[in-house]
């Protein structure tokens, strides 16, 4: 009897809570299926009876929301790949190879976790400048390429392969590419994955940076196209919303699709310390 | 024909100031069944693995047949390795596993599917050619690990403790297929272990390591009848030798050794001793003894099944004894060969 | 005459190097070279007029900076961003991780509902709440009573708050999972030992549980923090550091000194500032962690 009442009750709290989280989602949502004068009215329309569809076109059009997408989607997987390809080989050099300062080089690379993007804009935004890159994807791309946290958490799941496994391949001939290629990459998939969807995460959601290094429509990520579309006029805040739930949908996707590798991957850093 | 397969020369391999080999001369004949036998620790692995070419000797020559290795890389040796924990690629099949040395070496696609089919008959594991290691027991990846080295057809296999993870059933098993294989094809093995059992049955001859040093080369029979030392006494046979001090036509200082099937309980014997520890193992019985006239010395005794009249703890037994017996220095522990 | 194996050594030492180049080529130009060159920026002084020349005045515009409520009003602004987000943040996961960790009919949707606010951005976190919060159409505004004026974000009281509500809820996601893997660590025998011995649900939770979890929320604290710190996008798309420069946090003045005055010396020497108190907060994460390691060995 008692533990019935306190399961109903712990439902009950479950609920509350998840309507809680739910509600800006849901409320984005609504409002952007409602026309600008419906969502001033009062009271408030908690549900769209007759739903608009037309703010999702006219943010992706209007909003630029197209472009803004596709450059994030461009930015943010050549930032994931190069990230990735930096990160592998680095952290293969640290996990197998004998070679001087090696020491010194790993310890390079762990102190750039303590340097966080937002403390070097000034100078960073000069070398921009300097390289001609304002306003271009390389000044997207390329600062973002080298990853501190990928080498560290590459080479620590690279160095719990079986020395055996690496012995069996040199006695058999297999040089250090191919046994990169046919053995370390293939057995370290769960973490190459989950680096893969943090790195991705990451430069999608950036929005400082690319404030800063661009300015045109053409190369301006979603992120900070979002500010764009915020400074919209207050009766057109259904294509406001209809941007802002174009802009989530990818992630909310990927998060679907990923969900074990995301957790791992957000967690890695709290696990592997 | 090569005088010897391998052979090592004054090696020494020092890590920092810790020595792991000192001054080993090995030699091992073509064809021979070599173990290398010790305790952890004792160098035994870092020996097999200078001469698979995984390490370098400090200084010290190392030859595989008539050529010496030092300077060749570890797959221009011909030596092939068996590991103790099977060392399988988990992403790989069966097939690609075994096939694994010879896609390296570039070997036409249907010489390999020869080779593999002729291997993974002759360990059974053609049906067992499309499964993931994962999915095999563990004497099947035991059987896998060793078609991968015989594979290569190598002039050399060195296996480092390639049992030491079977159940003591499985061990049993191939340990008799490891002979067989290698009556077969008759290739130079150098073997590593820390079972003496596995020595004995297996070897041609054995090398007994401890702290880097060699302590003595021979056949089984050899190192169980002659041993050079109180160690190489103490770690071969079971239960091990009894040592005990003693002399030796009237010179002092000695440890005199007798193995514990040449001790016998006796009513009528002159060694009284109270029993401390019986263990039955069906075969026979080990009875541990401490002796009367002095409390430090424990004597083992392997007593057969067939005697009705097992003592228990605490009885008052005694005791007699066969040659041979074994003499000892006390100081340098050699064994003092008797003049007889 | 080299021999052969050490010719293999030397090739492995150049293909490391090799493998070793392309994160280090990035990590020189933005990362080491920029963070060498803020401290050097930060020792030069933007004169008033644009086509002057930058004037060298060493650690003295460090001192200047450093005690002027330009820097200081900032960062106590950002000190009390992170006391509104962080103790909150973490109680708020824990709580919901602890009412969802029970097995359940269906709870698996609402652990996908909790952790949901994972997919938001900032920035889509940011705009969806400034659109709540619109003084004249946003639903929470009307909910509270309020219609037209300067709304929350306008009011000096309510806007700091207000930022650091939306911060929480879009980082709720991330808290719930790192604290639901952190219950799912506690080993559920010694839980049961507790119980067996008499210990109520309460006690257990905050004398088994919570000492076991320590380090992940120790964890959680610290990059809470160092998140805190670096709060940009929320404040740019809500407050604009407004009202009254109530809601300007250390970063966001960085950015108006830089981008809007073009005062690289002052905005240096304060990413300096910054930079220290980061690297602070990582060194006190780095010494826990330690002790979490500690912590998980001897158990």
């Known amino acids: 009897m008692r533990t019935s009442v306190r399961t109903a009750l712990r439902y009950v709290f479950l609920i509350i809570i998840a309507l809680v989280v739910l509600f800006p989602i849901y409320i984005a949502v609504v409002n952007s299926l409602l026309s600008g004068q419906q969502i001033a009215h009062r009271p408030p329309t908690l549900f769209p009876l007759h739903p608009l569809w037309n703010s999702f076109s006219l943010a992706w059009s209007f909003g630029h929301l197209g472009t803004y997408l596709r450059t994030s989607v461009i930015v943010s997987v050549l930032t994931t790949l190069a990230a990735l390809t930096t990160s592998v080989l680095a952290a293969y050099a640290f996990a197998f190879l004998e070679f001087p300062l090696k020491r010194i080089m790993f310890s390079l690379c762990l102190a750039t976790l303590m340097v966080p993007a937002e403390v070097t804009i000034i100078p960073n935004f000069r070398t921009i400048q300097i390289l001609g890159w304002y306003n271009t994807y390389p000044a997207l791309i390329i600062p973002f390429a080298a990853s501190g946290i990928g080498i560290f958490l590459l080479r620590q799941s690279f160095r719990q392969l079986p020395r055996e496994l690496h012995d069996a391949a040199v006695l058999d001939g297999y040089g250090h590419w191919r046994f990169l290629v046919r053995v370390v990459l293939p057995l370290n998939r769960a973490m190459i994955g989950a680096f893969a969807i943090f790195a991705f995460l990451s430069s999608w959601n950036q929005y400082l940076w690319p404030l800063l290094v661009t ?25 406001v919303l209809a941007g802002t739930i174009l802009a989530a949908l990818p992630i909310f996707l990927i998060l679907f699709i990923f969900q074990r590798q995301l957790v791992r991957g957000l967690t890695a850093g709290a696990v592997k310390g | 024909m090569a005088s010897t397969a391998i052979s090592l020369e004054s090696v020494n391999k020092r890590y920092g100031s810790t020595v792991a080999l000192d001054s080993l001369n090995l030699q091992v004949e073509p064809g021979e069944f070599f173990v290398l036998l010790g305790p952890s620790g004792c160098g035994k692995t ?47 099949t069966v097939r690609r596993n075994i096939e694994f040395p010879l896609r390296a070496r570039r070997v036409s696609s249907h010489e390999r599917e020869r080779r593999v089919m002729e291997v993974a008959e002759s360990l059974q594991l053609e049906d067992q050619l499309n499964r993931k290691p994962g999915q095999l027991s563990g004497g099947q990846r035991q059987r896998v690990a060793l078609a991968r080295a015989i594979v290569r057809e190598p002039n050399v296999f060195v296996m480092d403790e390639p049992l030491s993870n079977l159940d003591a059933r499985l061990r049993v098993e191939m340990r008799a297929e490891l002979i067989d294989l290698h009556l077969k094809n008759g290739t130079t093995v150098l073997y590593v272990t820390h079972d003496q059992v596995e020595a004995m049955t297996m070897g041609d001859r054995i090398a007994i390591l401890k702290d880097g040093v060699l302590q003595q080369v021979g056949t089984p029979k050899d190192v169980y009848d002659r041993p050079a030392n109180t160690f190489v006494a103490g770690f071969i046979g079971n239960p091990p030798m009894n040592l005990m001090p003693g002399e030796l036509l009237g010179e002092p200082g000695m440890i005199v050794g007798i193995r514990p099937e040449n001790v016998f309980l006796d009513d009528n014997g002159s060694i009284e001793t109270r029993v401390t520890l019986v263990e039955s193992l069906g075969h026979e019985h080990h009875v541990a003894c401490r002796l009367n006239y002095d409390n430090e010395t424990i004597v083992f005794v392997r007593v057969p099944s067939t005697v009705s009249q097992v003592p228990g703890i605490g009885e008052s037994i005694r005791l007699s004894i066969t040659e041979p017996l074994y003499h000892f220095d006390s100081v340098t522990l050699e064994r003092k060969a008797i003049k007889t | 005459m080299i021999s052969g194996r050490r010719r293999t050594r030397i090739r492995n030492s150049a293909l490391a190097y090799v493998m070793i180049l392309p994160a280090f080529v990035i990590f020189m130009i933005f990362v080491f070279y920029p963070l060498v060159k803020t401290f050097y920026l930060g020792m030069y002084r933007v004169p008033p007029f644009p086509g002057l020349p930058q004037k060298y005045v060493g650690l003295s515009q460090y001192s200047s900076v450093l005690s ?26 824990l709580g919901i991780a602890v009412l969802a960790h029970r097995h359940l009919a269906g709870i698996r949707i609402f652990r996908t509902i909790f952790s949901s606010t994972i997919a938001t951005s900032v920035a889509v976190a940011s705009v969806i709440f400034f659109t709540l919060l619109d003084p004249t159409t946003g639903l929470f505004s009307y909910w509270i009573g309020q219609r037209g004026g300067v709304g929350i974000l306008g009011n000096p009281t309510w806007a700091l708050p207000a930022v650091a509500t939306v911060s929480i809820w879009q980082n709720l996601g991330f808290a719930f999972i790192l604290m639901s893997a952190a219950l799912n660590s506690v080993p559920d025998d010694l839980l049961d030992a507790a119980a067996v011995d008499g210990a109520s649900g309460t006690r257990r939770f905050f004398r088994i549980t919570v000492p076991l979890i320590s380090p992940t929320l120790f964890f959680a604290m610290i990059i809470g923090v160092i998140s805190g710190f670096q709060a940009f996008g929320q404040i740019d798309l809500l407050t604009q550091g407004g009202p009254d420069g109530h809601t300007n946090v250390l970063l966001y003045q960085i950015y108006t000194v830089f981008f809007t005055n073009a005062d690289t010396g002052t905005s240096s020497v304060m990413a300096v500032a910054l930079f220290v108190i980061l690297v602070l907060l990582t060194i006190a994460q780095f010494l826990l962690v330690q002790r979490k390691v500690f912590y998980a060995d001897k158990r």
């Open chain 1, 215 to 239: 300015n045109s429509d053409s190369h301006r990520t979603v992120q900070v196209g979002l500010r764009q579309l915020e400074g919209l006029n207050p009766d057109q805040q259904n294509i």
């Open chain 2, 46 to 92: 870092t020996a097999l693995r200078i001469v698979a070419g995984l390490e370098t000797p400090t200084t010290g020559t190392v030859r595989i047949g008539d050529r010496v290795v030092n300077d060749i890389e570890p797959k221009d040796r011909d030596v092939a390795m068996v590991f103790q924990n099977y060392a399988l690629y988990p992403h790989l």
């Open chain 3, 68 to 93: 002027h409520s330009e820097f200081l009003t900032p960062l106590w602004d950002s000190t009390l961003y992170v006391l509104f987000t962080v103790p909150a943040g973490i109680i708020l996961g």
